[in-house]
C-alpha cells in the first residue's frame, strides 16, 4: 500500500473530525459509526473530508468504509502503524478473534503473531493489513459458537479456543504449539470442552486429541479421566496423526500412527 504523507494543514472541518476521533479514542472507525456522530456535515461531504484527510496522511483506508486514524506524531513522520491490530481486524470482519489470536488475547501463547486469525460465519478470506499484518478470516459455518467479550475483545472461550485450535493446528503453530499452550492453561473448562467434540468431532480427530492428551502425562499437567474416557471410546479405526505425513509408529491404544514423534510433539517441555 502506496502511501504519502504531508505536513499540509487542515482546514477547519477536517481538523474537526480528527479531533473529535481523538478525544472519543477511536483508533479504527467506519463511515457508519461516524455518521452517527452527527456531525452537521452532509453524508457526501463527509466522504470527501474524508478522502482529504487520508490524501493529507491523517487517516488511511484499511478496507472500503473502515479508516484507521493515525496518532498525529505518525501523520507528521509519514510512519504507518497499527497501535491495535486485534480491534483493527474485528472492524473489518464480522467474527470473533479465535485460533492463535485467541490464545494470544487468553495469555497462553507467547508468540507475537503478525497473522491475525478470526472465524467468521460463511466467509474465508486473506487480508493484507498494512504492511506489518495478514488477516487469514476462516470459515467456521456450524462451528461458529463458543465465544466471549475479553479486555474488549470479541473472542473464542478457552475451550472452544482448544477445540477449534486441535481441529486446525496449522492456525495455532502446529499440535506442539497447541499443546504448551494447554499446559499454561490453568483454567479450563473441561464440561465446555467436551461438548463441542461431541457435537462437531469426528472420531478420527477424537482419537487424535485423545492421544495428544495422554502425552500430557509426561509433564506435570493433568487431563481429567472423564475426559480421556469419552475420546478413547470414539476410536474406530487406524489414523494418521499427520494425513499430510507417511509413515510413523502406531499406538495400539488409539489406533494412531504417530508420524510427528513424541520428541517433537513435547520439545518444548523436553527441552525447555
Not at 58 to 74: E, F, H, N
Not at 85 to 94: E, G, H, I, S
Amino acid at each position: 500500500m502506496a502511501l504519502k504523507f504531508t505536513t499540509e494543514p487542515l482546514s477547519h472541518l477536517e481538523q474537526k473530525i480528527y479531533l473529535i476521533l481523538e478525544s472519543e479514542g477511536r483508533n479504527v472507525f467506519t463511515l457508519e459509526e461516524l455518521k452517527k456522530l452527527k456531525l452537521p456535515i452532509k453524508y457526501g461531504h463527509l466522504r470527501v473530508l474524508l478522502h482529504r484527510l487520508e490524501k493529507k496522511g491523517w487517516i488511511t483506508s484499511v478496507r472500503k468504509g473502515v479508516y484507521l486514524r493515525l496518532p498525529a506524531v505518525a501523520a507528521v513522520e509519514g510512519k504507518v502503524y497499527l497501535e491495535d491490530p486485534f480491534a483493527v481486524t474485528l472492524k473489518v470482519f464480522d467474527g470473533y478473534l479465535a485460533f492463535q489470536s485467541a490464545l494470544r488475547v487468553h495469555g497462553l501463547s507467547e508468540y507475537q503473531p503478525f497473522t491475525i486469525f478470526i472465524a467468521t460465519k460463511n466467509k474465508s478470506e486473506t487480508l493484507k493489513l498494512l504492511k506489518q499484518y495478514e488477516v487469514k478470516a476462516i470459515k467456521l459455518g456450524e462451528r461458529y459458537t463458543g465465544f466471549e467479550k475479553k479486555d474488549n475483545y470479541l473472542v473464542s472461550s478457552v475451550a472452544k479456543t482448544f477445540f477449534d485450535c486441535f481441529y486446525h493446528p496449522q492456525h495455532a503453530g502446529g499440535y506442539s504449539e497447541v499443546l504448551k499452550s494447554l499446559h499454561a492453561c490453568k483454567e479450563m473448562d473441561w464440561n465446555e470442552f467436551l461438548s463441542y467434540f461431541k457435537k462437531f468431532a469426528s472420531n478420527s480427530l477424537c482419537q487424535k486429541v485423545g492421544y495428544l492428551l495422554t502425552l500430557l502425562k509426561e509433564t506435570d499437567y493433568k487431563v481429567p479421566n472423564r475426559v480421556i474416557e469419552y475420546l478413547k471410546n470414539r476410536v474406530r479405526v487406524k489414523t494418521r496423526l499427520d494425513s499430510k505425513i507417511s509413515g510413523g509408529k502406531l499406538n495400539k491404544d488409539w489406533l494412531i500412527i504417530d508420524n510427528l514423534g513424541k520428541m517433537e510433539l513435547l520439545s518444548w517441555w523436553l527441552h525447555g
